[in-house]
């Protein structure tokens, strides 16, 4: 089996990589802080003490970090994995970068013989911990071909989109898409609670018509039980709609709609609200009408 290294073992990286060691890939792991690395050294990963270190002794090489940089510092930085990194070698991105960063470090990695994948996920921590994750890929069909096996570990649907950067504009996609998703459900739950109408018999009216949709699926449940902890944070949510804002400036896009979604997501993080969940820019709505949402045991 192709030996795998996975660098970046946060919320959604942690069980990624956890269901690649159930697939029985030989699994070599490195992460900033060190306590997720032992867990799963703990269930049969190698553990490694820093980027080069996985990078001389896989087949396919996974990062997922949070942004840009952080992807340039791992790869191309000191002790980064190009230090080690083999001719042959795949390079495999599940992080949300700018497509033109992932442009950049692949055009550089090809110096050393490397193809590169930028394969975005989407699909919350749920979709980590179950293995149903959607996954964007950009880059060499062959590439792509190799590492298939490896993706069917991590995700149900499985799309090569085009070229390298691809998969991050597929991303970007999917991320104007949930943003105002999001913001749609704050909106008709506040309207709701305002309106004097049960938010919990609302959602379920809706969501069996035209609205339904995966937010609506998903997060009322865990907004009504007072649970706003994170699936995916609202700052990476407003890191990616900064990248969709940069690139459509790029690209001389207008996009109205997603220009109002982010300043209601920079209002959150504002407001201290980051490390929440992204479904919880409801409370930029309960500030701004004074309107609380209620758990359903207390309307």
């Known amino acids: 089996m192709l030996k795998i290294g996975y660098i970046g073992l946060g919320l959604m990286g942690k069980s990624i990589a956890r269901n690649l060691l159930?697939?029985?890939?030989?699994?070599?792991?490195?992460?900033?802080?060190?306590?997720?690395?032992?867990?799963?050294?703990?269930?049969?990963?190698?553990?490694?003490?820093?980027p080069a270190e996985v990078a001389g002794q896989v087949?396919?090489?996974?990062?997922?970090?949070?942004?840009?940089?952080?992807?340039?510092?791992?790869?191309?930085?000191?002790?980064?994995?190009?230090?080690t990194i083999r001719e042959g070698t795949i390079w495999v991105d599940n992080s949300t970068i700018k497509p033109a960063s992932a442009r950049s470090i692949a055009a550089i990695l090809a110096e050393k013989g490397v193809q590169s994948l930028d394969a975005p996920v989407s699909g919350?921590?749920?979709?980590?911990?179950?293995?149903?994750?959607?996954?964007?890929?950009?880059g060499p069909e062959e590439a792509f071909t190799k590492v298939?096996?490896?993706?069917?570990?991590?995700?149900?649907?499985?799309?090569?989109?085009?070229?390298?950067?691809?998969?991050?504009?597929a991303k970007a996609a999917n991320q104007i898409m949930t943003g105002a998703q999001m913001v749609a459900l704050a909106e008709l739950l506040i309207l709701a609670q305002k309106a004097g109408a049960d938010p919990v018999k609302v959602v379920a009216a809706i969501k069996g018509g035209a609205a339904q949709c995966w937010t609506l699926d998903t997060k009322p449940p865990r907004l009504f039980a007072g649970n706003r902890q994170p699936g995916f944070k609202a700052h990476l949510h407003l890191k990616d709609l900064n990248i969709i804002m940069d690139t459509a400036?790029?690209?001389?896009?207008?996009?109205p709609m997603t220009a109002e979604v982010t300043q209601l997501?920079?209002?959150?993080?504002?407001?201290?609200l980051g490390d929440i969940d992204n479904s919880a820019v409801v409370a930029v709505y309960e500030r701004l009408t004074g309107v609380h949402l209620l758990e359903p045991d207390k309307q």
């Open 59 to 83: 087949d396919v090489l996974f990062t997922n970090l949070p942004d840009s940089p952080d992807v340039e510092q791992v790869l191309l930085g000191a002790q980064g994995a190009i230090e």
């Open 265 to 272: 997501f920079s209002a959150m993080v504002g407001m201290g």
């Open 148 to 169: 298939m096996p490896v993706f069917e570990a991590m995700g149900k649907t499985i799309t090569h989109i085009g070229e390298i950067g691809a998969g991050q504009i």
């Open 22 to 50: 159930k697939a029985g890939y030989p699994l070599v792991v490195h992460n900033r802080s060190r306590a997720a690395v032992d867990e799963l050294a703990a269930e049969g990963a190698k553990p490694s003490t820093s």
């Open 124 to 138: 919350g921590d749920i979709g980590a911990r179950n293995a149903s994750l959607a996954i964007m890929v950009g």
């Open 249 to 255: 400036r790029e690209y001389g896009v207008a996009l």
